[in-house]
């Protein structure tokens, strides 16, 4: 069973950074193609970024140039760096396999506000 752990949200100020980090269990991470997600006011999950298992990566356009997505496939593990943080970026955040085949975590608060 597939297990996703997100961390690294908080309270930062418009402008500010954070970089969110995903811990991935019970799979063979390196032949995913895995995406960051953020939750919409109609409760769906949007992917905003996501990277192949060759490193090719998408953005969404509300997020390209500001957020940058990685990987660390020995340590089975996501990241995605936010930069030039909005208020409208104040959501929670997601991991998941691209398309989203499994449960989902806890997911992690991003707040930007001053």
């Known amino acids: 069973q597939v297990q996703l752990v997100e961390s690294g949200g908080g309270l930062v100020q418009p402008g500010g950074s954070l970089r969110l980090s995903c811990a991935v269990s019970?799979?063979?991470?390196?032949?995913?193609?895995m995406g960051w997600y953020r939750q919409t006011p109609g409760n769906w999950r949007d992917l905003i970024a996501s990277?192949?298992?060759?490193?090719?990566?998408y953005y969404a356009d509300s997020v390209k140039g500001r957020f940058t997505i990685t990987r660390d496939n020995a340590k089975k593990e996501l990241y995605l760096q936010m930069n030039s943080l909005k208020h409208e970026d104040t959501v929670v955040y997601y991991c998941?396999?691209?398309?989203?085949?499994?449960?989902w975590g806890q997911g992690t608060q991003v707040t930007v506000s001053s």
């Open positions: 019970g799979t063979i991470f390196s032949l995913n193609h």
């Open positions: 998941n396999t691209r398309p989203a085949l499994h449960a």
């Open positions: 990277i192949a298992p060759g490193s090719s990566t």
